[in-house]
């Protein structure tokens, strides 16, 4: 671990101290074929089948380089602001594990593709920056499963080397996060940049991006530091903030009573809401790196740098800042836009067409209510920005109710049809005529008279319920203010 966070100076149990925290983020390539062989770099639920003697590291293969590495690498460097190496190379990181068959990592560690970068968040109040020390490439590691034997009754873990040499990009940080939050927003900034520049597919359930967490204390008086805690492969936000603050409680014990200085691994047990030891860190002097000597150094042109500089895309921090300002936006909306690339896509689309504070409200409230309530992205349904301009446009010339736009709002999800041909098929047009209605209310009358009777009498609480009961029979047809008006003029109000 070369990094770290240092927070703010804390007050806690009688110490003064100073929480470092650094976050190591590793990233799937969003690349057809694998890392250094030709094998499918796509999810498989069918284990151990895109493999070959290569990425299983059978003696005698030799590495093929995928060149979309570097140009992700260079992608990722240039949105983050790094300096970008003329000159890469290739490592090895050797350390065993039963999930690196070669015994060794390809990784980059002398040569990275990019340093001294800078990632810049929006909060509430205030933007905050966190560097980045270097930003590298490497192969990943076949994903093991533990599970236990149906028959024996004994527990087993199962390798699936689908996922061994799979391209993966590392970013690491310095020590400038103030507390846990803060490495779950940078965590969550990084993700979303990813996704933006087309580099991850930023699924966090199926581990295309995770997080490493180091964390130690410092006591301020006596400069006494604790032992560093790596916690691994946190791979959700919530997570990644519980781990931390588990550890950084357990740190606070061991500045009142010190313990062995050597840094330790651990796990984050979900059911357990804690870390449990893993194993002792290794240092770097463990992993023996030294150049791979079966990949040539790679040279990148000054053009090769600039054009990838040149074509970056809005990055995340820049466009929440943005539809704050171009659509009055509180902050909590356009984060949600930003976080969900689809939706944000198909909001501006919308805004293009009608930028009201209606259509507005449709999508950040409506649409969004609906995607949470099927668990979908916007990828999944029908809806399209032409069908909710429509709709609105059928409820501001008085054709429709807003009651009933949200009926058909739910039917352009889910069909191909369009509004006039929900309204057309299903009869929705908005009742206007207020004979008709008077006619509706007489017979709610008739079929409810102790009702009106206690009205008449005084409880005029059960104007609601008349004006509910006029709804449903017009089936959501016709406007509140006009079916109060009606039983106010018809009850002597």
Request: with cysteine.
């Given at each position: 671990?070369?990094?770290?966070?240092?927070?703010?100076?804390?007050?806690?149990?009688?110490?003064?101290?100073?929480?470092?925290?650094?976050?190591?983020?590793?990233?799937?390539?969003?690349?057809?074929?694998?890392?250094?062989?030709?094998?499918?770099?796509?999810?498989?639920?069918?284990?151990?089948?895109?493999?070959?003697?290569?990425?299983?590291?059978?003696?005698?293969?030799?590495?093929?380089?995928?060149?979309?590495?570097?140009?992700?690498?260079?992608?990722?460097?240039?949105?983050?602001?790094?300096?970008?190496?003329?000159?890469?190379?290739?490592?090895?990181?050797?350390?065993?594990?039963?999930?690196?068959?070669?015994?060794?990592?390809?990784?980059?560690?002398?040569?990275?593709?990019?340093?001294?970068?800078?990632?810049?968040?929006?909060?509430?109040?205030?933007?905050?920056?966190?560097?980045?020390?270097?930003?590298?490439?490497?192969?990943?590691?076949?994903?093991?499963?533990?599970?236990?034997?149906?028959?024996?009754?004994?527990?087993?873990?199962?390798?699936?080397?689908?996922?061994?040499?799979?391209?993966?990009i590392e970013i690491v940080t310095t020590p400038d996060i103030q507390c846990a939050q803060d490495a779950v927003a940078f965590f969550?900034?990084?993700?979303?940049?990813?996704?933006?520049?087309?580099?991850?597919?930023?699924?966090?359930?199926?581990?295309?991006?995770?997080?490493?967490?180091?964390?130690?204390?410092?006591?301020?008086?006596?400069?006494?530091?604790?032992?560093?805690?790596?916690?691994?492969?946190?791979?959700?936000?919530?997570?990644?903030?519980?781990?931390?603050?588990?550890?950084?409680?357990?740190?606070?014990?061991?500045?009142?009573?010190?313990?062995?200085?050597?840094?330790?691994?651990?796990?984050?047990?979900?059911?357990?809401?804690?870390?449990?030891?893993?194993?002792?860190?290794?240092?770097?002097?463990?992993?023996?790196?030294?150049?791979?000597?079966?990949?040539?150094?790679?040279?990148?042109?000054?053009?090769?740098?600039?054009?990838?500089?040149?074509?970056?895309?809005?990055?995340?921090?820049?466009?929440?800042?943005?539809?704050?300002?171009?659509?009055?936006?509180?902050?909590?909306?356009?984060?949600?836009?930003?976080?969900?690339?689809?939706?944000?896509?198909?909001?501006?689309?919308?805004?293009?067409?009608?930028?009201?504070?209606?259509?507005?409200?449709?999508?950040?409230?409506?649409?969004?209510?609906?995607?949470?309530?099927?668990?979908?992205?916007?990828?999944?349904?029908?809806?399209?920005?032409?069908?909710?301009?429509?709709?609105?446009?059928?409820?501001?010339?008085?054709?429709?109710?807003?009651?009933?736009?949200?009926?058909?709002?739910?039917?352009?999800?889910?069909?191909?049809?369009?509004?006039?041909?929900?309204?057309?098929?299903?009869?929705?047009?908005?009742?206007?005529?207020?004979?008709?209605?008077?006619?509706?209310?007489?017979?709610?009358?008739?079929?409810?008279?102790?009702?009106?009777?206690?009205?008449?009498?005084?409880?005029?609480?059960?104007?609601?319920?008349?004006?509910?009961?006029?709804?449903?029979?017009?089936?959501?047809?016709?406007?509140?203010?006009?079916?109060?008006?009606?039983?106010?003029?018809?009850?002597?109000?």
């Amino acid at each position: 671990m070369k990094t770290g966070f240092t927070r703010l100076l804390t007050w806690k149990t009688q110490i003064m101290y100073r929480t470092i925290i650094g976050l190591e983020v590793h990233a799937q390539l969003l690349t057809k074929s694998k890392a250094f062989c030709g094998c499918s770099a796509s999810y498989c639920k069918t284990p151990n089948t895109n493999i070959c003697p290569i990425c299983t590291g059978h003696p005698g293969t030799l590495p093929n380089l995928n060149t979309r590495m570097i140009q992700m690498g260079l992608r990722a460097g240039a949105a983050f602001s790094c300096d970008i190496n003329p000159i890469i190379g290739f490592d090895r990181k050797h350390y065993f594990s039963p999930d690196l068959p070669k015994g060794y990592q390809i990784t980059q560690f002398f040569s990275p593709i990019a340093e001294n970068g800078i990632i810049e968040i929006t909060g509430k109040t205030r933007k905050k920056k966190v560097k980045i020390k270097h930003i590298h490439l490497e192969e990943d590691a076949a994903r093991t499963i533990h599970s236990t034997d149906t028959t024996r009754g004994e527990k087993e873990s199962l390798l699936d080397f689908n996922r061994a040499g799979i391209g993966l990009i590392e970013i690491v940080t310095t020590p400038d996060i103030q507390c846990a939050q803060d490495a779950v927003a940078f965590f969550e900034e990084i993700r979303n940049t990813l996704i933006v520049l087309n580099i991850c597919d930023g699924h966090l359930e199926k581990g295309s991006i995770r997080c490493d967490a180091n964390i130690s204390l410092k006591d301020i008086a006596t400069g006494f530091s604790t032992r560093r805690v790596e916690i691994k492969n946190l791979n959700t936000f919530k997570n990644l903030e519980r781990a931390l603050m588990f550890e950084e409680n357990s740190l606070i014990k061991e500045l009142k009573n010190p313990l062995s200085k050597g840094s330790v691994t651990k796990d984050w047990n979900e059911k357990l809401k804690q870390t449990t030891l893993s194993r002792d860190k290794e240092s770097e002097g463990d992993y023996r790196y030294f150049p791979e000597p079966d990949i040539p150094v790679i040279t990148l042109s000054d053009e090769v740098i600039k054009t990838a500089r040149e074509n970056i895309p809005e990055l995340p921090s820049k466009k929440l800042q943005r539809l704050m300002d171009q659509y009055s936006l509180r902050y909590e909306e356009a984060k949600m836009l930003v976080d969900e690339r689809e939706l944000a896509v198909l909001f501006e689309s919308c805004m293009k067409l009608s930028e009201t504070d209606d259509m507005k409200n449709l999508i950040l409230r409506d649409v969004k209510r609906y995607l949470n309530e099927e668990a979908k992205s916007v990828g999944q349904t029908l809806i399209s920005e032409r069908k909710l301009f429509n709709l609105l446009l059928n409820v501001r010339n008085g054709k429709i109710s807003f009651k009933t736009a949200q009926t058909i709002l739910k039917k352009l999800f889910e069909t191909d049809k369009t509004v006039e041909k929900i309204i057309e098929e299903e009869n929705l047009i908005k009742i206007t005529d207020v004979q008709s209605l008077e006619k509706i209310f007489e017979e709610i009358i008739a079929e409810n008279f102790e009702k009106y009777e206690a009205y008449k009498y005084g409880k005029k609480e059960l104007l609601k319920w008349f004006v509910g009961e006029m709804i449903k029979r017009t089936k959501g047809r016709s406007e509140p203010k006009l079916i109060i008006k009606i039983i106010k003029n018809r009850l002597g109000d």
